[in-house]
């Protein structure tokens, strides 16, 4: 009988299975026909869907209890480097999210591909090898795989941002996303390097796997004892940076947005917490070992609301569907991150899953409403869609209520967030997340009323969407709807193995004010978008900062572009001018000598005239010496 | 076979075969000359790499130093020759290197085949026996003959404009081994009158007897070649202009010579040397590492593809010598690593440009755009080169620059603040690689359309074989690094040993 582990190694591979079958028939000259690709697609998701619930009974099952097995692939100079497979809880919620975005995905994309047939097989190849790399990554057993396949994951995110590479303007970004990701990655790389020396410095060298998760308690204690706390933080530091850049937080948020260019059920991958919250696993992960210096969470508080804040001002001014989308995810990764700096790490946990299932409800109905329009993503060119697509309209007001935090899953970690904040008297804080959950119920509802109320006011009648996708969106409003409320009620039994875990309680007064400031976004969104009672603030200053950006894109821009050019032209001066012509100085001289040697050789030198030229240069030197000794000659 | 006859089997066969093409054996018939040379090749790499797997346990530098005394010749105090690991590896490298030049050479060279294939060959010979020999003139002279024959080349099968930078690179590259034969000659002549045999073995024997000055002379001889060679910053001019005019067929001969330029680095300067390397260990990092970030930057700013190539080159090499630098075991296999790994994929992507060079008939990057529909093999091969050369795992260049850089956390010698300084400059370094790596790829195949008067032709199938064996090899070594750091861990042993000791 298959045993649980064997399963999981299936269910890692399948994806891959599949991108290599996908592969040989797109290579090969007989192709199958066009529902092939995606029936052998459909098959695969469905069946790691199944395996994924089984591992993650078997988690809840026998609570406590970690899955785990090492494969070593290879040794290097005495250090051996394993794949395997680290399954707790937290993985196997993961795993679950994966395969369940990734069935979705599959549903929804077959007819949204068939729209205009580019890049079918491709398409399809590159979803199962992303789903291989984000289980690879998620059940990961150690630090140095998860390093590993990060960078593969940038790869994957570059080759989808630019999968319609004809366009100029997705050319141009996919190259930023793969820049901020590459630093990303070679950051991590430096860092995972560095533990993995100093950890083996320790007495504890045979601990197996190399930097595994299971030891990652005790390696980050013993690393901490034997090293200068200095050079520990900066190891700590370095995980932080790396995953703060790898989750687009600020100033590093363009990343997502400009990956925008994707295919668009992609796209919603990309912003899911799968795709966004990378980096925030990893400190998941990585919480034992930087539990250990506490003063590197100010870092994750400050770049978290930072992001958090920016992220809803710009999505005020966006006026592109996919845009807002990418800065509302953003915004909400950046809670968690903030939830992570106050060593909330089971909320940062449960609010970045709560929110995540209301993003990607919220994308993907949107990416029905670009389907229906024939792809118009402004909203200026959009309106009074809720006669013509009343489902949609219906899942985007529970994604909207849900991550704004009035009701089902979003309310719950928000509430318990808030609540902690309260209790820790920490009012600045509470504050800015205050205003943030205003922002977010604004533009979230003006979001709502511009696409889905009023007059439409668009060129294209729209057309009717598949019941495939209107399949996959009615499946996608159960989870956010429940699983906040099955989480909170069950969070002992999911969180009782970590230690961590303690997820508070909330204040009704918070509640109820916090619902009072959401409530009044919503309120003043209807007024301007709505009954139009209120015509829209103008706050130069804020529009400004939020259509340039808050400058993150100028700041990309010059760390990846402009300084370094600049730096370019100094250094090519100096190669072109001064080296070239230290260079050729030798060559030169041996000239110079040749010609007057061949000159005397010939006698065609007037020998007066040389040996004048003679005194003349012996003078000039012997008055530059007199001078540079004395100072008489002026 | 013992490690004495295979060697000298090994560095003459390709002389011999050279001779064979020189001397008209094949009446110019170029089709013969060609398929006589690839084959050659091809035959002599697989011997090679048979013979170097088989015995590779016995080769140790230190087992070369221990085998039997062979006298050659009294005049020059008797001579022994012998392939040790570091050797062994980078004479296979050359021997592959040589061997997809030579599937190149079909579409590249199109006039003197008889004069270029016989040339590569004298080339290869001449390599292989600096790689091997242990006696002061051979060596030196071998090293002259190196240089001569990279002259030829170069002067014979590059544009016009490559001749002034052949001409340069001969001068500096015989100036430096007249230095080096002035030094050997002052060796020779302390080694004899302690009466004691004068070849390299006993050098290295003796070299802690010398006194200091000899010393300094002598390290800052190799060093001059190893800085022209790999090259270092203020000699890579010539080189430069080599590369950005040269023939794709001629690749191996200016990779070669990044590849001597470690082995005499790590032999001559690191090995025998080894007490003034200590001292200068930190000055070669810390100017290594200026050497990755400058170059690094120079090419993003370069609007040359082929230029832009050659800085990025020279960055490359710059990661492998701050690896050495860190004098620990992961460092220097690490410096191995990379030097073989860079070798391949700068192979690959030097081919893949002079390709793209050759569609657009330009060099330069804003002409160019949009090849990716036009060409799709040549982009698909391109992006897994580039992928490599930026570090993506699963390929080689991962497995090297992952052992660089934790050789540089696992050196003895500096400080932390120190390294941690030094890998926050590679990281630097290596994410302006990679920058430079992509744009370059993005601005050749994607972009604004520019092939409206270009000759548009997918890769001819040799030269899709050609890439197609560079790919395999990367990926392999970037899967399974272990092949090559398995050999090498022995020899960075006894040279890490010698500095703890």
């Given at each position: 009988m298959i045993d649980i582990l064997n399963l999981v190694y299936i269910m890692i591979f399948s994806p891959l299975v599949c991108a290599a079958i996908l592969m040989f028939f797109k290579l090969v000259p007989v192709k199958p026909p066009q529902y092939g690709n995606f029936a052998i697609s459909l098959i695969t998701s469905i069946f790691t869907f199944a395996i994924s619930l089984l591992l993650f009974d078997y988690c809840i099952t026998y609570n406590g209890y970690t899955l785990e097995n090492n494969y070593p692939i290879c040794i290097i100079q005495n250090i051996p480097l394993y794949f395997g497979v680290y399954a707790d809880n937290l993985s196997s919620i993961f795993t679950l999210l994966i395969t369940f975005l990734f069935l979705i995905t599959n549903i929804f994309s077959y007819r949204y591909l068939l729209q205009n047939r580019q890049g079918f097989e491709r398409?399809?190849?590159?979803?199962?090898?992303?789903?291989?790399?984000?289980?690879?990554?998620?059940?990961?057993?150690?630090?140095?795989?998860?390093?590993?396949?990060?960078?593969?994951?940038?790869?994957?995110?570059?080759?989808?941002?630019?999968?319609?590479?004809?366009?100029?303007?997705?050319?141009?970004?996919?190259?930023?996303?793969?820049?901020?990701?590459?630093?990303?990655?070679?950051?991590?790389?430096?860092?995972?390097?560095?533990?993995?020396?100093?950890?083996?410095?320790?007495?504890?060298?045979?601990?197996?796997?190399?930097?595994?998760?299971?030891?990652?308690?005790?390696?980050?204690?013993?690393?901490?004892?034997?090293?200068?706390?200095?050079?520990?933080?900066?190891?700590?530091?370095?995980?932080?940076?790396?995953?703060?850049?790898?989750?687009?937080?600020?100033?590093?948020?363009?990343?997502?947005?400009?990956?925008?260019?994707?295919?668009?059920?992609?796209?919603?991958?990309?912003?899911?917490?799968?795709?966004?919250?990378?980096?925030?696993?990893?400190?998941?992960?990585?919480?034992?070992?930087?539990?250990?210096?506490?003063?590197?969470?100010?870092?994750?508080?400050?770049?978290?609301?930072?992001?958090a804040i920016f992220g809803s001002l710009v999505a005020l001014k966006e006026n592109s569907i996919k845009n807002i989308c990418s800065w509302m995810a953003v915004s909400q990764t950046g809670i968690a991150i903030f939830a992570l700096g106050f060593k909330m790490y089971d909320i940062s946990l449960f609010y970045m899953l709560c929110a995540g299932f209301g993003i990607i409800l919220i994308s993907f109905t949107l990416n029905t409403v670009c389907y229906s329009t024939g792809s118009q993503e402004n909203i200026k060119f959009l309106g009074g869609l809720r006669e013509k697509l009343p489902l949609e309209a219906m899942a985007f007001l529970v994604g909207a209520v849900s991550v704004s935090g009035f009701v089902f899953s979003g309310f719950y970690p928000r509430a318990t967030i808030l609540g902690n904040l309260f209790?820790?008297?920490?009012?600045?804080?509470?504050?800015?997340?205050?205003?943030?959950?205003?922002?977010?119920?604004?533009?979230?509802?003006?979001?709502?009323?511009?696409?889905?109320?009023?007059?439409?006011?668009?060129?294209?009648?729209?057309?009717?969407?598949?019941?495939?996708?209107?399949?996959?969106?009615?499946?996608?409003?159960?989870?956010?709807?429940?699983?906040?409320?099955?989480?909170?009620?069950?969070?002992?039994?999911?969180?009782?193995?970590?230690?961590?875990?303690?997820?508070?309680?909330?204040?009704?007064?918070?509640?109820v004010f916090a619902f009072v400031i959401s409530a009044l976004g919503y309120y003043l969104a209807y007024n301007i978008y709505f009954t139009k009672r209120i015509s829209s603030i103008r706050n130069r200053f804020l529009r400004r900062l939020s259509s340039e950006h808050f400058y993150m894109d100028i700041f990309i821009d010059f760390i990846f572009k402009d300084f370094i050019l600049f730096i370019a032209k100094i250094f090519a001066f100096f190669e072109k001018y001064i080296l070239g012509f230290f260079c050729s100085l030798p060559n030169l001289i041996?000239?110079?000598?040749?010609?007057?040697?061949?000159?005397?050789?010939?006698?065609?030198?007037?020998?007066?005239?040389?040996?004048?030229?003679?005194?003349?240069?012996?003078?000039?030197?012997?008055?530059?010496?007199?001078?540079?000794?004395?100072g008489v000659i002026r | 076979m013992e490690n004495f006859s295979s060697t000298i089997v090994f560095t003459l066969l390709p002389l011999v075969a050279g001779l064979l093409i020189f001397i008209g054996t094949f009446k110019n018939n170029t089709v013969v000359i060609r398929r006589f040379a690839k084959y050659f090749s091809a035959f002599y790499f697989i011997f090679a790499a048979f013979e170097f797997f088989n015995r590779n346990t016995d080769s140790e530098f230190g087992n070369v130093l221990n085998s039997p005394f062979y006298i050659i010749s009294n005049a020059t105090g008797g001579t022994s020759i012998g392939f040790d690991t570091l050797g062994g590896i980078f004479a296979l490298l050359v021997s592959f290197l040589i061997l997809i030049c030579f599937v190149i050479a079909k579409s590249t060279v199109n006039s003197g085949q008889k004069l270029f294939y016989s040339f590569v060959l004298f080339f290869e010979s001449a390599f292989l026996t600096v790689l091997s020999t242990q006696d002061f003139c051979v060596f030196s002279a071998a090293l002259l003959f190196l240089a001569l024959c990279s002259y030829v080349l170069i002067f014979n099968f590059s544009p016009l404009r490559a001749k002034k930078a052949a001409n340069s690179y001969l001068t500096l590259n015989s100036f430096t081994v007249f230095i080096l034969s002035g030094a050997f000659a002052l060796v020779y002549a302390i080694l004899k009158y302690n009466n004691i045999e004068a070849n390299i073995l006993n050098f290295a024997y003796n070299s802690t007897d010398l006194s200091g000055v000899?010393?300094?002379?002598?390290?800052?001889?190799?060093?001059?070649?190893?800085?022209?060679?790999?090259?270092?910053?203020?000699?890579?001019?010539?080189?430069?202009?080599?590369?950005?005019?040269?023939?794709?067929?001629?690749?191996?001969?200016?990779?070669?010579?990044?590849?001597?330029?470690?082995?005499?680095?790590?032999?001559?300067?690191?090995y025998i040397l080894k007490d003034i390397f200590e001292i200068f260990a930190p000055i070669i990092a810390i100017l290594s590492i200026f050497n990755l970030c400058y170059f690094a930057i120079l090419a993003l700013g370069e609007k040359d593809l082929k230029k832009s190539f050659g800085y990025f080159c020279f960055s490359q090499s710059s990661i492998a010598l701050c690896a050495l630098c860190s004098i620990s075991i992961e460092g220097i296999c690490g410096a191995v690593l990379q030097c073989v790994s860079q070798s391949l994929i700068l192979l690959g992507l030097f081919l893949c440009y002079c390709f793209v060079s050759q569609i657009f008939k330009t060099t330069k990057l804003p002409f160019m755009g949009a090849l990716a529909p036009y060409a799709p093999k040549l982009a698909a091969f391109c992006f897994i080169l580039t992928l490599a050369g930026i570090g993506i795992p699963f390929?080689?260049?991962?497995?090297?620059?992952?052992?660089?850089?934790?050789?540089?956390?696992?050196?003895?010698?500096?400080?932390?603040?120190?390294?941690?300084?030094?890998?926050?400059?590679?990281?630097?370094?290596?994410?302006?690689?990679?920058?430079?790596?992509?744009?370059?790829?993005?601005?050749?195949?994607?972009?604004?359309?520019?092939?409206?008067?270009?000759?548009?032709?997918?890769?001819?199938?040799?030269?899709?074989?050609?890439?197609?064996?560079?790919?395999?090899?990367?990926i392999a070594l970037g899967v399974a690094p272990y092949i090559l750091t398995n050999s090498i861990t022995k020899y960075a042993d006894m040279i890490v040993s010698l500095f703890l000791m």
């Open positions: 398409f399809y190849i590159y979803l199962n090898f992303t789903q291989f790399a984000l289980f690879c990554f998620f059940i990961s057993s150690n630090l140095i795989q998860s390093v590993v396949f990060l960078m593969i994951l940038s790869l994957v995110e570059y080759l989808f941002a630019n999968f319609y590479f004809q366009k100029p303007i997705s050319q141009t970004n996919s190259k930023k996303v793969f820049e901020i990701n590459i630093l990303a990655d070679f950051i991590l790389l430096i860092a995972s390097i560095a533990f993995l020396y100093f950890s083996t410095l320790t007495p504890d060298t045979t601990s197996i796997p190399t930097l595994g998760y299971n030891n990652i308690n005790s390696l980050g204690l013993y690393s901490f004892a034997s090293l200068n706390p200095l050079i520990f933080a900066l190891i700590c530091a370095l995980f932080i940076i790396g995953a703060i850049i790898k989750s687009a937080q600020f100033p590093f948020s363009p990343k997502t947005y400009l990956a925008s260019n994707a295919p668009n059920p992609v796209f919603s991958i990309i912003i899911s917490p799968l795709m966004l919250g990378l980096g925030v696993f990893l400190l998941f992960r990585l919480y034992p070992l930087l539990n250990l210096t506490p003063a590197i969470f100010e870092i994750l508080k400050i770049a978290g609301i930072m992001t209790a820790a008297k920490n009012l600045i804080y509470l504050t800015l997340l205050l205003i943030c959950s205003f922002l977010t119920a604004f533009y979230l509802f003006r979001l709502y009323f511009r696409i889905f109320e009023g007059d439409y006011r668009g060129t294209i009648e729209p057309k009717r969407v598949s019941r495939a996708m209107i399949f996959a969106i009615i499946v996608l409003i159960l989870p956010t709807v429940f699983f906040g409320f099955l989480f909170n009620n069950y969070a002992n039994s999911i969180f009782s193995p970590l230690e961590y875990s303690k997820l508070g309680v909330s204040n009704p007064f918070v509640n041996t000239r110079i000598i040749s010609y007057l040697t061949v000159k005397f050789e010939a006698k065609n030198i007037n020998s007066q005239f040389f040996v004048s030229a003679l005194w003349i240069a012996l003078v000039l030197i012997l008055a530059s010496v007199f001078y540079f000794k004395t | 000899i010393l300094l002379l002598l390290f800052f001889a190799f060093a001059l070649i190893s800085a022209i060679k790999i090259p270092f910053f203020g000699f890579h001019l010539p080189i430069l202009n080599i590369i950005k005019n040269s023939n794709p067929a001629i690749a191996c001969i200016f990779l070669s010579d990044f590849i001597l330029g470690f082995f005499i680095f790590i032999k001559f300067n690191m390929t080689s260049g991962f497995s090297a620059k992952f052992l660089c850089l934790l050789g540089g956390f696992s050196t003895q010698i500096y400080s932390q603040n120190v390294i941690w300084i030094c890998n926050l400059f590679i990281l630097i370094g290596l994410t302006l690689g990679a920058i430079h790596l992509i744009t370059t790829f993005q601005k050749i195949f994607f972009g604004t359309d520019e092939c409206n008067n270009c000759k548009i032709s997918d890769l001819l199938r040799h030269r899709t074989l050609a890439l197609f064996v560079l790919s395999i090899c990367i």
